[in-house]
T-cell receptor
């Protein structure tokens, strides 16, 4: 079952922060985050496994709340290069039923 | 360069025709996944192969088929093409049989059916 992402779209000014949410009605084993720029391939950002961990690199981080079956992606001090569509992907068991969310379109303006 | 190679990059063909899309996974990756992405839409899973065997099937039409060869490259065959089949087709690979290490995507094949 496809996870739900919110918001569907967000517009920011350079330097502002954003949060993108991903939720599922099923218990999750892992959550993945990808970014896709227009006309390009999706690029893997990070994976979070059940256990409520938080990960990050540079100014992009994510959390995974296993009990709520939710994950949030945090983009701080956004840069123009952050623009694109962010997809979460969820897996409800190891190696099974991986499915992408519908995506959140992020636009960062100067 | 992600290490996943897809050919051709662009393909224009007429309705009713048949095409073959090719994918070479990243070195060492055993799994290949095919995704379809229509204009400004999400990523629809078509099929997964792991070390030559079909592992999972998504919303793949009967007109579409795929296989993974002993050298691990994969081909996606699309036949009796319709206008609605126009889309970006991505191949992705992963180290093992799951998405546990993340997917590496190729640059895609843009198919236009006229």
């Amino acid at each position: 079952q496809q996870p739900v992402q919110s918001p569907q779209a967000v517009i920011l000014r350079e330097g502002e922060d954003a949060v993108i949410n991903c939720s599922s009605s099923k218990a999750l084993y892992s959550v993945h985050w990808y970014r896709q720029k227009h006309g390009e391939a999706p690029v893997f950002l990070m994976i979070l496994l059940k256990g409520g961990e938080q990960k990050g690199h540079d100014k992009i981080s994510a959390s995974f709340n296993e009990k709520k079956q939710q994950s949030s992606l945090y983009l701080t001090a956004s840069q123009l290069s952050y623009s694109g569509t962010y997809f979460c992907g969820t897996e409800d068991n190891y190696g099974q039923n991986f499915v992408f969310g519908p995506g959140t379109r992020l636009s960062v303006l100067p | 360069d992600s290490g996943v190679t897809q050919t051709p990059k662009h393909l224009i063909t007429a309705t009713g025709q048949r095409v073959t899309l090719r994918c070479s996974p990243r070195s060492g990756d055993l799994s290949v996944y095919w995704y379809q992405q229509s204009l400004d839409q999400g990523l629809q899973f078509l099929i997964q192969y792991y070390n030559g065997e079909e592992r999972a099937k998504g919303n793949i039409l009967e007109r579409f088929s795929a296989q993974q060869f002993p050298d691990l490259h994969s081909e996606l065959n699309l036949s009796s093409l319709e206008l609605g089949d126009s889309a970006l087709y991505f191949c992705a690979s992963s180290e093992q049989g799951s998405a546990n290490y993340g997917y590496t995507f190729g640059s895609g094949t843009r198919l236009t059916v006229v």
